[in-house]
């Protein structure tokens, strides 16, 4: 099993920045690609971006390209999300999820992420 715990999430006013960060404890040896979802109110969850094992591959959703950049330290197992520029419309709870080698799906599908953290809160007020 892999847990995964967030942090960094909170109140910032529109043109803010925030970095969140997960960490990956347990069998972190199956862990491949980490990616990041967020949940606003009302809504269904969606992809923010995701990186590769390597961190070499890194993927965006269009709504934060140039605003949102995602990392990794695998030597702390942790995967970070800096958020620059923010908008009201990026609050939501954000959510890191893990997925294992040779597992298939896009990055963006949220199947193809079998462990799951229990979210961070981040709002952005205008």
């Known amino acids: 099993q892999v847990q995964l715990v967030e942090s960094g999430g909170g109140l910032v006013q529109a043109g803010g920045s925030l970095r969140l960060s997960c960490a990956a404890s347990?069998?972190?040896?199956?862990?491949?690609?980490m990616g990041w979802f967020r949940q606003a109110p009302g809504k269904e969850r969606e992809f923010v971006a995701a990186?590769?094992?390597?961190?070499?591959?890194?993927n965006y959703a269009d709504s934060v390209k140039g605003r949102f950049t995602v990392s990794r330290a695998n030597a702390r197992n942790t995967v970070y999300l800096q958020m620059n520029s923010l908008k009201p419309e990026d609050t939501a709870v954000y959510y890191c999820?893990?997925?294992?080698?040779?597992?298939?799906?896009?990055?963006?599908?949220?199947?193809?992420?079998?462990?799951w953290g229990q979210g961070t809160q981040v709002t952005v007020s205008s």
């Open positions: 990186i590769s094992g390597s961190g070499t591959i890194t």
């Open positions: 999820a893990a997925r294992s080698p040779g597992i298939s799906g896009a990055w963006y599908v949220m199947g193809a992420y079998q462990y």
């Open positions: 347990g069998r972190t040896s199956s862990v491949y690609g």
